[in-house]
């Protein structure tokens, strides 16, 4: 079987992971590819598509043909919930670049509508597939680490702003650092804890540093104008059957303390962090142990590196799912919650009062 792809905005996340990665695939076929400035649209078909790959300026005309059966979608995240939702209306499958949407409620329509066409829908966690989340993953569902009761979710970059793109646009992005990295760190720390009923969620944000000038940046100096996000999060996440979980996460922060997509968890059996490669730690015997497991993880940046095992990984678990009808490895309830939890930090910041959520 030989899967039909379009792709829905041709941009940096395109080209960085999506598109290479499933160039490698040899059950997908990249045959269309759509994006509102024709340009990207038309160098994405000639690097990654078939020979007369259709381009489009407008994603509804390329949903019009019949024979494409998945869309990825990778455009900004205000666009996600219209796009996802037509593409599964037109009968197609979707992968949806995270985070899943803006708001909890556009992730609930976006489930609605793959629910009511029986399409598959998955969204871009690819951190999931890394080496070290896979072993820590099996660890935890072993239950080597018993009760996880604590946890800690963290994206903290000591000066790395993306200046490229939408992603200092808070319309368009719905958020900084919180919905764009902090949402990686989140949702493996909840897979991990395999706990997805968050009762309330108290949070902060900042703009301090954006509204600097000329500041040192692995990107360049940003624009204060233009810098409309935080430019760092944090959240206390409290679970319905007590865990609780510490998020932090910045593009921008006077720490020292920086590490991204990663998580610690805290267990009545043991525990284990990704810090300094992956580490299992507890007691035996009357002895405290800690085991250094060796991994080999790529990198995480799709915007430098040219190879990123997970993202192929993450591709690759996908077509097949198509092919064999399986159920995707980031299933939409699960990325519903972590929209669900990262809105409640943003209005938790607004208010300065806890948001609770799923109340009984």
């Known amino acids: 079987m030989n899967v039909k792809i379009g792709i829905i905005g041709c941009g940096g996340i395109a080209n960085g992971k999506h598109l290479p990665s499933l160039e490698k695939i040899s059950e997908a076929t990249m045959v269309a590819f759509c994006d509102i400035d024709i340009a990207k649209a038309e160098s994405a078909a000639e690097t990654y598509g078939i020979d007369n790959a259709a381009i489009y300026e407008d994603y509804k005309q390329l949903l019009e043909d019949k024979s494409i059966e998945v869309i990825h979608v990778c455009t900004p995240n205000n666009t996600h919930k219209n796009i996802t939702v037509a593409a599964l209306n037109a009968g197609k499958h979707v992968m949806c670049e995270?985070?899943?949407?803006?708001?909890?409620?556009?992730?609930?329509?976006?489930?609605?509508?793959?629910e009511r066409n029986n399409k598959k829908l998955t969204i871009g966690?690819?951190?999931?597939?890394?080496?070290?989340?896979?072993?820590?993953r099996k660890v935890t569902q072993r239950g080597d680490l018993g009760d996880i009761y604590y946890s800690k979710a963290q994206a903290?970059?000591?000066?790395a702003v993306p200046t490229w793109g939408v992603f200092l646009d808070e319309e368009k992005q719905g958020g900084g650092p919180l919905i764009d990295i902090g949402t990686h760190a989140l949702d493996l720390t909840l897979w991990m804890m395999d706990n997805y009923e968050p009762e309330s969620v108290m949070g902060s944000t900042f703009h301090k540093l954006g509204k600097q000038d000329n500041a040192a940046n692995a990107w360049g100096s940003w624009d204060p104008d233009k810098f409309t996000v935080e430019d760092s999060?944090?959240?206390?996440?409290?679970?319905?059957?007590?865990?609780?979980?510490?998020?932090?996460?910045?593009?921008?922060?006077?720490?020292?303390?920086?590490?991204?997509?990663?998580?610690?968890?805290?267990?009545?059996?043991?525990?284990?962090?990704?810090?300094?490669?992956l580490r299992i730690h507890g007691e035996s015997f009357g002895t405290l142990y800690t085991s250094q497991i060796e991994v080999d993880n790529a990198g995480v940046d799709f915007y430098e590196s040219e190879k990123i095992d997970e993202a192929e990984e993450e591709a690759r678990a996908w077509i097949n799912n198509i092919i064999h009808d399986t159920e995707p490895?980031?299933?939409p309830k699960e990325a519903f919650v972590v929209t669900q939890i990262?809105?409640?930090?943003?209005?938790?910041?607004?208010?300065?009062?806890a948001v609770y959520l799923n109340k009984h």
Request: hydrophobic fraction near 40%; include cysteine; charged fraction near 30%.
């Open 98 to 114: 995270k985070p899943m949407a803006k708001t909890s409620d556009e992730a609930g329509e976006m489930i609605d509508a793959a």
């Open 125 to 136: 966690y690819q951190n999931r597939f890394r080496a070290d989340s896979q072993h820590l």
């Open 156 to 159: 903290i970059r000591r000066r």
């Open 233 to 277: 999060a944090f959240g206390f996440i409290k679970m319905r059957n007590g865990a609780t979980i510490i998020l932090e996460s910045s593009w921008a922060l006077n720490s020292l303390d920086v590490d991204e997509a990663k998580c610690a968890l805290s267990g009545t059996h043991g525990g284990a962090d990704m810090k300094d490669g």
């Open 329 to 331: 490895v980031v299933k």
């Open 342 to 353: 990262l809105e409640a930090i943003y209005e938790s910041a607004k208010t300065g009062k």
